[in-house]
DNA sequence: TATTTGGTGTGACAATTGTCACTTTAAATT
DNA sequence: AATTTAAAGTGACAATTGTCACACCAAATA
């Protein structure tokens, strides 16, 4: 198993490289070979298309090319290239772009010690997030429904009121659904707009599809 | 490192088992032991409270409770439970539903063979998903592949509209930022809505963040 | 050159919307 | 029983919004 790593820091990649090696001790595992390190993305490139190692472990913030833009034009010319995101950050902007361009890995330096373990999966066809990565990965993935309404004074049925708007529909469809008068939907409206500090319906119906179910 | 297996086909549990424990052969690691396997929700969640145990690999679909919802039942009183879902589909509604419940694994019964590998991973916190099932989080994340504005015949000018409508901005304020009249604005609106066979600027925000933006 | 096209703009208009003050009613609290 | 509270409703009002007909102009096209 051929590994290169890549991380802007020498000594982090070096660590990294023992890390790796000395957890491929075991016989009836493939042996993980560091076949090269790199500091930075344009590094990166240069040696994922010198070498193809099995696995490429990068880090995300480096100097010239980042991470992710690296293993972008990694992918776009080695389709089944094994990438592994090794970085400090749980960034949510990060872990969606890792998992929109199909990194095979994200894994917190913090939790560096089962790398091995990592590689090995990965080699398997498997694909490894860090708990504190999947811990984001609901909410990235929307509804966690985690949205505390009580926080903010909002009733049931300002709560279904908020849902109808982000369904698009006027104050008279609402009053028709919730069986009761237009200008009560309209109390209703200005109530929620006023405990959520928006202006507008459309607003709220923004608020609804960033806040409460991202 | 105790076990404990749930799979509704005794012959699928019985095989689990010599998986794990002859996965678990190496000095270094840690050994694997299977104290119980049980062939139902309702059977998992009684075995999870009597045995506590490291990791519970489960089925989802089973006769009376089905695993997603035996592991919300096991994760309501036990909050650092790890649950490893092992079944034969990828249906994006369990997938959801497994991620936000808080699965620790979701890795198909074709990859088993693996299963070793991802329970020490899973031990180690880490999360770890099939790649079959990773496959699709990007789409579930909602997809990067953009929107074709150009099957609607939506202008430039009507795509900066439109992500601007999405931000809550009135007609001022959008004017104000694309340096054109306010009525101009109205007439990209109208134009814009029509297109899309919507009524107002509220069911375009919300078209944007269910089809655009998802 | 003449014509079409598309982006931009104006003004008028009706509908929708959000706010406010106030009433009514029912339930909860004293 | 008396009072308070909260939900629901009404009507008036101004602001915003969406539609429409029409005008202007520059670039492309015939």
Redesign the pocket.
Known sequence: MRVIIVDDDPIVAMSLKVILEAGSGNASDEKIEVVATGSSGREGIDLYAQHKPDIMVMDIRMDDINGIDAATEILSSNKDANILFLTTFTDDEYINKALKLGAKGYILKQDCAGLPEACKAVCKGQIVYGSKVVERLPDLLGRSSSFDFDAYGI?D?EQTLIELVADGL???EIASKMF??E??V??L??SV??KLDLR???QLACFYYQQIKP
Request: charged fraction near 30%.
């Open positions: 009733t049925k006027s104050n008279k009761i008068a200008g009560t309209r109390n409206m200005s707009l006023s507008d319906r459309t």
